[in-house]
């Protein structure tokens, strides 16, 4: 017969260690750490170490564990569970490993992968929920880095979860019998309450009034300016849960990769000038799919609750009587302007911000603009590429100042961004001569001339230099050459 491939050096188990007596050797701050671990598992801990270090000595002092002052003797493995050597001197860790491993005792020696009988993984702990990462001893901060990933996608009830599931086992099975229909039960429950902060109890109840049949829900997710990385963990948890994902036309490809692969994607973006998606449609469908025991992800650009007509898909599903819940997001006006360099208020430049929309004719003439044309506050304009001649008007009509500094920021935070600067009075002539394009936000004020010195070049073709005033126009480099030539930068 032949013998089995032998893949894994070391075997993954969980120890069942409340009560039982385990010892450490050593009493500096890795010994610490171990400890700690133990302690959480419930293990009546020994140290052995002629001295002790700070933390260890906290332990002692609040008397969760026991210290023995003196050198490690061969006979103290007998009558412990497990060992675990941290003195760091190779001649004693070797000896502490051959004791327990003729009195038959695991041993696991840090940071000494061939005298371990065990090793200890990176832990995520959700309790009852433990997720452990090993890289066999080998390469121990790629452990801890994936334990890091691992751990960002694990809703923090996670444990809560778990438990609440435990409590209604016994009543599933009663209500469920056939094991198939209760498998597609809990992961149905699972995939339903792990992103949401509904009462998990409460879903398990409405689930098993409706026959074990799914709950369907929504999730107003905002997906930030574009750049995927700043996405909050939460959206992650609900696009990773969603069936389908209903999204904007600015929700970047980037982030739509990194939804559910086997989800629905539906899009329902607007584009300027065109009706191709009314609000009722929008509303109306996410009340179809809810209804029909659908997770659905409503993905929006920037935070849905910013100029992002959250609020009127939120009453529709509440005069539906449908659940949602709202997810934040990074809005574009902080997450354009952060990429810019742009502080959205600075002590010496703006003591507040506004955000507004000049997507239509009668949002412009609906402006308080004397109001918005006092200095020392910032004009953060979303959807007003098509507005920016109404827009440089009303403030100068009411008293803005045409040299008022003024960034255009395109595609922000993505690759293809693009930061123009100038002046307020120089407003139009920038966006025709570059072909400013929607999705572009708009920053009005003193602190616009800010963090100008990231980039270089110029939106107005006028020279730098001796001369040139600080708030010329500036492109970011970091754009595509061949958008930037198509733009005549």
């Given at each position: 017969m032949?013998a089995?491939?032998?893949s894994?050096?070391f075997?993954p188990?969980?120890?069942r260690?409340?009560?039982r007596?385990?010892?450490?050797v050593g009493?500096?701050?890795?010994?610490?750490?171990k400890a700690?671990?133990?302690?959480?598992?419930g293990a009546?801990l020994?140290v052995i170490a002629?001295?002790?270090g700070?933390s260890?000595?906290q332990?002692?002092a609040s008397a969760?564990i026991r210290?023995e002052p003196?050198?490690?003797?061969?006979s103290?493995?007998?009558?412990?569970?497990l060992v675990?050597?941290?003195?760091g001197?190779?001649?004693?860790?070797r000896?502490?490993?051959?004791?327990?491993?003729?009195?038959g005792v695991?041993?696991n020696s840090?940071d000494?992968?061939?005298?371990c009988?065990?090793?200890?993984?990176?832990?995520?702990?959700?309790?009852?929920?433990?997720?452990a990462?090993?890289?066999?001893?080998v390469?121990?901060?790629?452990?801890r880095q994936?334990?890091?990933?691992?751990?960002?996608?694990l809703p923090?009830?996670?444990?809560k979860l778990a438990d609440?599931a435990?409590k209604?086992?016994r009543?599933?099975?009663?209500r469920?019998?056939d094991?198939a229909?209760?498998?597609l039960f809990?992961e149905?429950f699972?995939d339903?309450?792990?992103?949401?902060?509904?009462d998990p109890?409460q879903t398990?109840a409405a689930?098993?009034e409706?026959g074990?049949s799914p709950?369907?829900?929504?999730?107003?997710?905002?997906a930030?300016p574009g750049?995927?990385?700043?996405?909050?963990?939460r959206?992650?948890?609900c696009m990773?849960?969603?069936?389908?994902?209903v999204h904007d036309r600015?929700v970047?490809l980037?982030v739509?990769?990194?939804?559910?692969?086997d989800a629905?994607l539906i899009s329902?973006?607007?584009?300027?000038?065109?009706?191709a998606?009314?609000?009722?449609e929008?509303?109306?469908?996410?009340?179809r799919?809810?209804s029909?025991?659908?997770?659905?992800?409503?993905?929006k650009?920037?935070?849905?609750?910013?100029?992002?007509?959250?609020?009127?898909?939120?009453?529709?599903?509440?005069d539906?009587?449908l659940?949602?819940?709202?997810?934040?997001?990074i809005?574009?006006?902080?997450?354009?302007?952060?990429?810019?360099?742009?502080p959205l208020?600075h002590r010496?430049?703006?003591q507040?911000?506004?955000f507004l929309t000049a997507?239509?004719?009668?949002?412009?003439d609906?402006l308080?603009w004397?109001?918005?044309?006092?200095?020392?506050?910032?004009?953060?304009?979303?959807?007003?590429?098509?507005r920016?001649?109404?827009?440089m008007?009303?403030?100068?009509?009411?008293g803005r100042?045409?040299?008022?500094p003024i960034a255009?920021?395109?595609?922000?935070?993505s690759?293809?961004?693009r930061?123009?600067?100038?002046t307020l009075?120089q407003l139009?002539?920038i966006?025709?001569?570059n072909?400013?394009v929607?999705?572009?936000?708009l920053?009005?004020?003193?602190?616009a001339r800010?963090?100008?010195?990231?980039y270089?070049?110029?939106?107005c073709g006028?020279?730098?230099?001796?001369?040139a005033s600080?708030?010329?126009a500036?492109v970011?480099?970091?754009?595509?050459?061949?958008?930037?030539?198509s733009?005549g930068?």
């Amino acid at each position: 017969m032949t013998a089995p491939h032998v893949s894994m050096q070391f075997f993954p188990a969980f120890l069942r260690l409340d009560g039982r007596q385990c010892l450490i050797v050593g009493g500096g701050e890795v010994a610490a750490r171990k400890a700690r671990l133990l302690l959480r598992a419930g293990a009546v801990l020994t140290v052995i170490a002629p001295h002790l270090g700070s933390s260890l000595e906290q332990l002692v002092a609040s008397a969760e564990i026991r210290w023995e002052p003196r050198e490690f003797d061969d006979s103290d493995v007998l009558g412990h569970w497990l060992v675990i050597s941290a003195t760091g001197v190779p001649e004693i860790e070797r000896r502490i490993a051959s004791a327990a491993a003729a009195a038959g005792v695991f041993c696991n020696s840090v940071d000494n992968l061939p005298d371990c009988s065990f090793i200890t993984p990176a832990v995520i702990d959700r309790s009852p929920v433990v997720v452990a990462v090993s890289s066999g001893g080998v390469a121990p901060v790629l452990a801890r880095q994936l334990r890091s990933r691992i751990e960002m996608l694990l809703p923090a009830g996670l444990g809560k979860l778990a438990d609440v599931a435990g409590k209604w086992r016994r009543l599933v099975r009663q209500r469920i019998t056939d094991f198939a229909g209760r498998r597609l039960f809990w992961e149905r429950f699972f995939d339903t309450a792990a992103a949401g902060d509904a009462d998990p109890s409460q879903t398990i109840a409405a689930m098993l009034e409706g026959g074990g049949s799914p709950v369907g829900t929504v999730w107003l997710v905002g997906a930030g300016p574009g750049d995927p990385g700043l996405l909050t963990i939460r959206a992650l948890q609900c696009m990773q849960a969603a069936d389908v994902v209903v999204h904007d036309r600015l929700v970047s490809l980037e982030v739509l990769e990194l939804a559910r692969r086997d989800a629905e994607l539906i899009s329902v973006g607007k584009k300027p000038g065109c009706t191709a998606h009314t609000q009722e449609e929008i509303n109306a469908l996410l009340i179809r799919l809810v209804s029909s025991g659908k997770r659905v992800c409503r993905l929006k650009g920037g935070d849905p609750y910013i100029f992002g007509r959250g609020g009127e898909e939120a009453q529709a599903l509440a005069d539906a009587g449908l659940p949602y819940r709202v997810v934040p997001g990074i809005t574009a006006a902080s997450g354009c302007a952060a990429a810019a360099g742009i502080p959205l208020t600075h002590r010496d430049a703006a003591q507040s911000v506004v955000f507004l929309t000049a997507h239509g004719k009668d949002s412009v003439d609906r402006l308080d603009w004397p109001s918005l044309a006092r200095d020392r506050q910032t004009l953060a304009f979303y959807m007003g590429v098509r507005r920016f001649q109404d827009i440089m008007n009303k403030l100068v009509e009411h008293g803005r100042a045409v040299d008022t500094p003024i960034a255009i920021v395109e595609r922000g935070t993505s690759t293809e961004q693009r930061v123009l600067r100038g002046t307020l009075g120089q407003l139009t002539m920038i966006a025709e001569a570059n072909r400013i394009v929607s999705p572009a936000m708009l920053f009005i004020g003193d602190v616009a001339r800010l963090g100008a010195g990231r980039y270089s070049g110029n939106a107005c073709g006028q020279k730098s230099g001796p001369g040139a005033s600080d708030a010329d126009a500036e492109v970011n480099r970091e754009a595509e050459p061949a958008a930037r030539d198509s733009a005549g930068v």
